[in-house]
Structure formats: structure tokens, C-alpha cells
């Protein structure tokens, strides 16, 4: 059990009150410059709050009243940052196994390394990696160490774009496969849905918003939420069929058309912006694959446009203009269709999600 | 030329620099990591023989270590003598001289590495020595090599400081740079010219060595950092 209470006054004024759960993944998303990883660097024991506390389960590791800072070595955490930080004079194996015992080291390090696919690389040295085989090993020394949770800061940043594809998929199954706890702090929305389970909302220091990844990431609580994760339904679906370069997902019982991700996984977000969802009433024909029957729940006037709320099995939002509004003669309660071209349905593949039930 | 000269002046340089290495790595490397106010205070008295005569240097280890200050009267109740015009007293003012060219390529070299490496090795269960041992001096060894050879090299050809504390005793305190001296003033030119010449030689050979073992000493990953 992960418990957190912090307050963090001094420079830009930070006051982060949270819990954590105490498995899965916890995505700590916002904003660059929005504390997040100061956030974690105060978890790993690496800065230190000006007061507050924070309780890792039983343990203590920080309570300005009682005067308590437990170092990081008292901490076992797993911190991997999105500079690797791996020990240039020592090879890869030795940089692994730099957390380990030196007798548990030849069963712990190569395990580790064949996990995150680098036990090839074993002999080398970190300025002969690339920039993903570094974070690799540097994920694989985290976990070699036996931590009791592990926090990662942005591990994909750095990489380039089919590098940090790659790792993401590996890293969601490097996670399930170690079942640690860990906290990962991104801004990058795809990397938030494919990894975690539950998210924290942060900006300017504050928690905004704390929950299930596709409940926050849909129905952001306050407008400064919405800002931070963009108006974007995240739908929970699964793959049912491909055909033709196209999936076909069910969404909650309603069927949905996207493009095919190409990956193995059935599990999926599927997230569709809200100024790509085209309004229609009654059933006027059209070529677009997905056509909802949708109920309209509340309508917002958002400067020139219109934020409409929908209920069509799911909550789904749409942008039209003003004069659409008058047109379609919107309110709560009325029956709508809503229009989602196939290619707009952006699939975001679950990789450490356990399958839903 | 001045054989036991030359052989007290190795010794002295050789035993300075073995000490400076013990003093010296906690030091350099309270001094690149502390966030303490002392440090203001201890960074100039490191620094300090840089610029102070070394007469005035050697004029203050003579007193402290003399018979008549407490630090000397204890010095004689332990080792039985005065330190002053002996050869551990002539060390003790040596280590003071050359501290700051052992410390200062020590604590640069610590500074240099980079802190997100100790940051990792503290998050992976290393203790502040251990991670010490395992990541900062490998990584600073080059700087804590050139603070070693440099504390040698000063000492070799210190001349005021061992005037002042070791005398002048042949095979004890007579360095070979005492040792030209004397031979200057003795108007014996060719034995200052030959003792000299292989002072001259020695230093090339050391600072050659150090060029040598700075250049091509290069860690893995280092180059690129």
C-alpha cells in the first residue's frame, strides 16, 4: 500500500496529496514543468520536501514533524530516468548486476537482461548502445536491484520515434512480467493509455484529477483537467475482427471501425477527439463507418464553439459550430447521429493492461 | 652529485604523495559534494599555500611542531623526539604545501562526474562510500592521478618549506634541491649543474608520463562525455 500526503512550498509552490495503489501502473500525467518529476524525485528520496510526509505502506520515508528523511538506499526504489544513466566504465552485465548481490548475480542479471531483450549485448559497453538499448539495461538494473516499487521518469523521451515504440511494447510486458507497483510520469497521452491503470492528473504543482485511465482521460473533471488531457473521448473496446486494413472493435456493445494498429494485442483505447465527431439528425445516409445513435446529455458554449456531450454507449463528445447548434436544434434529451470517420478512431493498444473481464 | 640528496628528496615526495592521496580523496570529496557553509572557510585554507611564501608556510610548522607548542610537546611524548629538523617533520610541512595540487584536481575530477551516476548508484542501494569506490573514483580516476603525480612532482622541488622546518641533515632533511644549493654556495658548480640535470630529467620524465597517462588513459564512455 502506497500512501502519499505532501505539501511543497518553496520556488514554484508544489502541494501534491495523493494514494497510490499498491499494484499496477500509476501514470503521473501533465504538463511539462508541472512537478511531476519532482514529484518523483521526492518519492525516490532524491529531493526533499520542505514538509509534509509520506508513507511507503508501514514505513515512514519522510515526515518533516518527526524530522524522518529515509535516504534512497533505505527506499528500494527503481528509479530509471529518461537519460539512462548507466555506469560508463562498467560493461552491461556489470552495470545490471551493480544492485545485486555479488553471489545472486550470475541467476538475477541475466534473467533481467533477457527479459528486456539485451542479454546479447551483455559484454558491451554503454557508449557502444543506442539510446533504447541504454534504457533498456537501465530498466533492467532497476529491476535487478529487487525493488519494492519502481518509478520511471519519461523512460521513452529521449528515444526517437520507432525506438520508443518498440521499448513501450516491450516495457508493458517487462512490467506485467515483474508485477511491481510503479509510478511512470509522462506527457505523452499514447504512452500514459498503453501503460497505465490508474492516472494522476498534475499541473502547476496540484493533483487535478486522480482515477481509472479511461475514466479521467473521457471525462475530465474541471476545465483545467479537459486542458491537460485534451478533449478526446478514450474508449476501453476490443479487437473483434480485421478485415481489409481495418479493425473492427465492440466498444461497450457498440460496434466501431478503425484502422488496423497492426499489433497482436485485442485490447485497446479507443480515442476519438471531439472535433472529429460530426452531428447529424435523424438517419440521413452517409459513407462514414461509424454511425451512433446518440443521446444528447448536455450541451457547453465554448467561445465560437459548442461542446456537445453524448451518450452513445459510452460518453462521447463533439465540437460544432453555432450555427450548427441552432440548425440541428440541440438540447439535453435529443436523439442525434454522431459521424466518426474510420482513420479518426485512433487506436492505442493496452500493453500492460490484464485483460477485462 | 648529491646521491642521498636525491634519494631523501624521492622519498619525502613519494611519502607526501601517499598521504595526499589518504587526506586528500575524503577532502576533495567533502569539497565537490558538501552544501555546507564550511566550505567556505576550508576551500581558501586548502587553497592557501598557493600563494603564501613558502618561508611563511615553514615558519608556521616550526612553530607548531617545535618544542615549545603543545602540538610538539605531544609529538615528543609519542615518538620520543622533536619533529622539528626531522624528517617527519619536514613530511608534515610537505603534505601542508602541496594539498592543494592533490586536492583541487581531486575535487575538480569528483565534481565532473556526473551527478545523475551517483544519483543511480544511491537509488540502487550503493552507501555513500560504496558508491565512492564503485563509481566516483573509477570514473575520476585521470584527475585523481594528475592530483597525485602533481603533489609528487611539487614536492621534488620544494626548497623554502625544507629550509625552514628540515635544516639541512645529510641523508635526513638534505633534499637535492637544499643540496644544489649548498653547492652554489660552495661555488661547486658542477655538482649543482649535475644534481640539477637530474632533477631537470626527472621532472620531464614525470610530466611526459602524466601527458601520456592523461591522453591515453581514456575510460570507456568517456570520450564521448
Known sequence: ?357 | MDLQALRVSLLLAAATSFCLLLIGLPLGYWLAFTRSRLRLIVEPVVALPLVLPPTVLGLCVLLALGPRSPAGQALERITGHTFAFTFEGLLVASILYSLPFAVQPFATAFAGVDIRLREAAFCLGASQFGTFFRVILPLARRGVLAGIILSFAHTLGEFGVVLMVGGNIPGVTRTASIAIYDSVQALDYAAALRTSAVLVGLSLVILAATSHLLGGLVLPGARRR
Open chain 1, 1 to 357: 500500500m502506497i500512501d502519499i500526503a505532501k505539501a511543497f512550498p518553496g520556488g514554484p509552490s508544489l502541494r501534491f496529496e495523493l494514494t497510490l495503489r499498491p499494484a499496477g501502473t500509476t501514470v503521473l500525467f501533465g504538463p511539462s514543468g508541472s512537478g511531476k518529476t519532482t514529484l518523483l524525485r521526492m518519492l525516490a528520496g532524491l529531493d526533499r520536501p520542505d514538509r509534509g510526509r509520506i508513507q511507503f505502506g508501514k514505513t515512514t520515508w519522510f515526515d518533516s514533524e518527526t524530522g524522518v528523511h529515509a535516504p534512497p538506499q533505505k527506499r528500494r526504489v527503481g528509479y530509471v530516468t529518461q537519460e539512462s544513466a548507466l555506469f560508463p566504465h562498467l560493461s552491461v552485465m556489470d552495470n545490471a548486476g551493480f544492485g545485486v548481490p555479488v553471489p545472486d548475480r550470475p541467476t538475477r542479471v541475466p534473467k533481467m537482461l533477457i527479459l528486456m531483450g539485451v542479454n546479447d549485448l551483455a559484454a558491451r559497453f554503454p557508449h557502444e548502445l543506442s539510446g533504447g538499448q541504454k534504457q533498456r539495461v537501465a530498466l533492467a538494473r532497476a529491476v535487478a536491484a529487487r525493488p519494492d516499487v519502481l518509478l520511471l521518469d519519461e523512460p521513452l523521451s529521449a528515444l526517437d520515434a520507432a525506438s520508443r515504440e518498440a521499448l513501450r511494447r516491450d516495457l508493458g510486458r517487462f512490467l506485467r512480467a515483474v508485477s511491481l507497483p510503479t509510478v511512470l510520469v509522462t506527457h505523452d497521452r499514447s504512452e500514459a493509455l498503453a501503460l497505465g491503470d490508474e492516472v494522476v492528473l498534475v499541473a502547476n504543482g496540484r493533483v487535478l484529477q486522480q482515477g481509472p485511465i479511461a475514466d479521467v482521460f473521457s471525462r475530465p473533471a474541471s476545465l483545467e483537467a479537459a486542458r491537460v488531457v485534451g478533449i478526446e473521448a478514450v474508449v476501453p473496446a476490443r479487437i473483434t475482427g480485421r478485415s481489409e486494413g481495418l479493425a473492427i472493435l465492440d466498444a461497450f456493445g457498440v460496434t466501431l471501425t478503425a484502422l488496423d494498429p497492426g499489433t497482436e494485442v485485442t485490447e485497446v483505447f479507443a480515442c476519438i477527439r471531439a472535433d472529429e465527431v460530426i452531428l447529424e439528425p435523424g438517419d440521413s445516409p452517409t459513407s462514414a463507418r461509424n454511425r451512433l445513435a446518440a443521446t444528447v446529455t448536455a450541451v457547453h458554449l465554448e467561445s465560437a464553439l459548442v461542446r456537445v456531450d453524448l451518450d452513445c454507449g459510452f460518453p462521447l463528445a463533439a465540437f460544432i459550430t453555432r450555427a450548427a447548434l441552432r440548425e440541428l436544434n440541440l438540447s439535453a434529451g435529443s436523439k442525434v447521429s454522431a459521424m466518426i470517420k474510420a482513420p479518426a478512431v485512433h487506436l492505442v493498444p493496452r500493453e500492460a493492461a490484464a485483460p477485462r473481464s
